[in-house]
Structure formats: structure tokens, C-alpha cells
Nanobody, 127 residues
């Protein structure tokens, strides 16, 4: 599966931004999709994940209520809508796909569970 993320950019604190990640080369609907981010000098961290069908989601506590992950299996695309952005949200955001043959959603917060990664898109939030 090849993943291509887009939508990053520069936004002022309090603003909004939407990321998208298109998939090709595989059956998109069999994968849990996740968003991760890595800020300068920090380790990569989990942001959000969405179940194969889209009915369940997980969020990192710091983005809960501000970010929304969604997916369109017909378009092979996962989205991340980010509202009320803060300077600490500044990072390179990457999408990733996790095989989930049992549809359990287990391990979806752990980057090691993901087999396929997009190239990342930079989000910069100015204060």
C-alpha cells in the first residue's frame, strides 16, 4: 500500500487545517488507518486512529475534542480535521496503515503496529 499525505501548511493559533491521505495499491478498507506526528527533537507520537469501517476512533488526549479523524473507503482516503490548533501541534504529520485481519482495532495507538507509512506533511502553528 502506498500512502500520500497532503494538506499541511502554516496556520495561526486557534485556526484550522485539514489533512488528507490517499492510499493506492491495496484494499484500503481492510486497514486501520492512523495519524502520527513528530515534532522537532521529539519522538513520533500517536494522534488518532480509525477502525476499518470508520465506526470507532481513538485520539491522543491532547487532541481529543479538537481533531477529528474520518475515512472514505470508496475514495481510499483518510482525513484529519484539526481545529483550535495550538503551537504545540506543530509537527510533521504522517498517515499509516495497519493490517487488522481480525478487525480487533488492538494496537492501533502503537506505531509499531503499522506496516505502511506516508511521507509526512508539515503543520506549523504560529502563536
Amino acid at each position: 500500500v502506498q500512502l500520500q499525505a497532503s494538506g499541511g501548511g502554516l496556520v495561526q493559533a486557534g485556526g484550522s487545517l485539514s489533512l488528507s491521505c490517499g492510499a493506492s495499491g491495496g484494499t484500503f478498507s481492510v486497514y486501520v488507518m492512523g495519524w502520527f506526528r513528530q515534532a522537532p527533537g521529539k519522538e513520533r507520537e500517536f494522534v488518532a486512529a480509525i477502525r476499518r469501517s470508520g465506526v470507532s476512533t481513538y485520539y491522543q488526549d491532547s487532541v481529543e475534542g479538537r481533531f477529528t479523524i474520518s475515512r472514505d473507503n470508496a475514495k481510499n482516503t483518510v482525513y484529519l480535521r484539526m481545529n483550535s490548533l495550538k503551537p504545540e501541534d506543530t509537527a510533521v504529520y504522517s498517515c499509516a496503515a495497519m493490517r487488522d485481519p481480525l478487525n480487533s482495532f488492538l494496537g492501533s495507538r502503537d506505531s509499531r503496529s503499522y506496516s505502511y507509512w506516508g511521507q509526512g506533511t508539515l503543520v506549523t502553528v504560529s502563536s
